[in-house]
């Protein structure tokens, strides 16, 4: 069991103590993808939707940027992390919403989660959003697609 970082010597869950490990610069970027049917992917080709909630992409920008900022109350291992930038984008490409979400923090524990977390929950606003439209979009993929800094060092998705 001690392979699992999450795991004590008899198996037990807890925090990992990241208290021996340096401060560095960490830098993570994560994709989520939402497939929208075409009477959604019309109306967002138009322009950002309007719609009695809001603008949808940039809702679910702020959603996001909500949802990183509180990762560590979500996920029960989590550290919680002095945040120095979150940018996310979400934009229609060609039948998909694509999103994405860069956390960066200059501390002891990357950033992965903050930067899943933040993509998930833009991609869950968009289907929220836009379900009166279409309740059969699909939110495909969550990844990591790149992580820099921390002992492990960089790693980015293979193209």
Excluded: N
């Excluded at 996920?75 to 039948?95: E, K, M, N, S, W």
Aim: hydrophobic residues 45%; contains cysteine.
């Amino acid at each position: 069991m001690a392979d699992w970082t999450h795991l004590d010597e008899s198996g037990k869950p807890g925090m990992v103590d990241v208290s021996g490990k340096e401060i560095t610069a960490r830098r993570a970027v994560a994709e989520a993808r939402v497939k929208v049917g075409p009477v959604v992917a019309a109306a967002l080709a138009e322009g950002d939707l309007m719609t009695k909630k809001g603008a949808v992409l940039q809702t679910a920008i702020i959603a996001g940027t909500q949802a990183v900022k509180k990762t560590s109350e979500l996920i029960p291992f989590c550290h919680p992390l002095p945040l120095d930038g979150c940018r996310i984008d979400a934009q229609l490409v060609g039948d998909r919403v694509v999103i994405a979400c860069e956390c960066t923090t200059t501390a002891r524990t990357g950033v992965e989660m903050e930067a899943l977390t933040g993509a998930s929950v833009a991609a869950l606003t968009i289907y929220d959003m836009c379900k009166a439209l279409d309740k059969g979009m699909v939110i495909e993929s969550t990844r990591l697609l790149s992580k820099t800094g921390g002992k492990s060092g960089d790693w980015e998705v293979e193209a």
